[in-house]
Nanobody
Framework: QVQLVESGGGLVQSGGSLRLSCAAS????????MGWYRQAPGNQRELVAA???????NYADSVKGRFTISRDNAKNTVYLQMNNLKPEDTAVYYC?????????WGQGTQVTVSS
């Protein structure tokens, strides 16, 4: 059973940084592709960044050059380093794990960026 617990969200001023963490359990972490998604009020959930089991990354255009996704297979954890945050980055951020048809979500962590 995929279990994911996000942490690291909070309130930060525009231009600031945060690092989100997602601790995984209940599955073989190293073979899963991992992703960070976000959902702002009134908006659909969107992909922010993803990293495959082999370490290949991709990013939404809106965060390229500012956010970095990484994974530590020894710690069963995926990270999202967010720099130069903007008010439009305000959302609930969710961790996702996927392998074939199997997928799971965390409960989300709130990120609020003040102008």
């Amino acid at each position: 059973q995929v279990q994911l617990v996000e942490s690291g969200g909070g309130l930060v001023q525009s231009g600031g940084s945060l690092r989100l963490s997602c601790a995984a359990s209940g599955f073989i972490f190293r073979v899963y592709d991992m992703g960070w998604y976000r959902q702002a009020p009134g908006n659909q959930r969107e992909l922010v960044a993803a990293i495959t089991s082999g370490g290949i990354t991709n990013y939404a255009d809106s965060v390229k050059g500012r956010f970095t996704i990484s994974r530590d297979n020894a710690k069963n954890t995926v990270y999202l380093q967010m720099n130069n945050l903007k008010p439009e980055d305000t959302a609930v951020y969710y961790c996702n794990a996927r392998s074939g048809v199997r997928s799971g979500w965390g409960q989300g962590t709130q990120v609020t960026v003040s102008s």
